[in-house]
């Protein structure tokens, strides 16, 4: 079965500080991941996406296969960072769902 | 407005209640989908809807009815509901539904208390 999982429910650290975001899946095709963001009293939205390969808010994920891990990672963390982080994996098989991991919410102490 | 809205944005009703909530998108999207958002849980998906046709439905049960008359518009018909109903309910569409990698772009929710 597809599943997402971020061991990490809460993560805090300091302004300008690196921050990851752990995220590991199991699938047994070839999957398809996101980061989304939720602000505070905003609505969940896409950060980034695997394939496109950008960097959002400075934000990068890198998908690596071998650990089936997708970790988002921001070299020095800014307080607007402060969100809710989920990571989701597009099952394709059969018919598109979206899997949601847990969530972690990331608080930047200043 | 544009993107994707819900209405009513909170809830409240009792179980005997029928209540509906309702998604538009403004994106001239072909599929929509529903999901639940609990305190302690991942985000669910119930129900999802391709070019007006249910496409998937992730065991959700009966008391929970989805309606969509038109690639835009996405009901969530609700009766006899549990406290532990009590959650967010998120919509979200995307361009097409199967195709693989679809981004989905999500309402703001319905906050639903279930008393």
């Known amino acids: 079965a597809q599943r997402v999982t971020q061991p990490e429910k809460l993560l805090s650290v300091f302004k300008g500080a690196p921050v990851e975001l752990k995220c590991n899946y199991s699938y047994s095709g070839s999957p398809e991941l996101f980061w989304y963001v939720q602000y505070s009293r905003q609505r969940l939205q896409l950060l980034l996406r695997h394939i496109s390969r950008e960097s959002i808010k400075g934000f990068t994920a890198d998908l690596n296969k071998g650990e089936t891990s997708f970790h988002l990672k921001k070299p020095f963390a800014q307080e607007e960072d402060s969100a809710m982080y989920y990571c989701?994996?597009?099952?394709?098989?059969?018919?598109?769902?979206?899997?949601f991991g847990q969530g972690t919410r990331l608080t930047i102490n200043p | 407005e544009t993107g994707v809205t819900q209405t009513p944005r909170h809830l409240v009703m009792g179980m005997t209640n029928k209540k509906s909530l309702k998604c538009e998108q403004h994106?001239?999207?072909?599929?929509m989908y529903w999901y639940k958002q609990s305190a302690k849980k991942p985000l669910e998906l119930m129900f999802v809807?391709?070019?007006?046709?249910?496409?998937e439905n992730n065991s959700v049960p009966s008391r929970f009815s989805p309606e969509c008359p038109n690639s835009s518009h996405l009901f969530l018909h609700l009766h006899t509901l549990q406290p532990e109903d009590s959650a967010l309910y998120l919509c979200?569409?995307?361009?097409?539904f199967g195709t693989g990698g679809e981004t989905q772009y999500f309402g703001p929710g319905t906050r639903l208390l279930v008393l």
């Open positions: 809807y391709s070019l007006e046709e249910r496409v």
């Open positions: 979200a569409s995307s361009h097409d």
């Open positions: 994106l001239g999207h072909n599929a």
């Open positions: 989701a994996l597009i099952r394709i098989q059969g018919a598109q769902k979206l899997v």
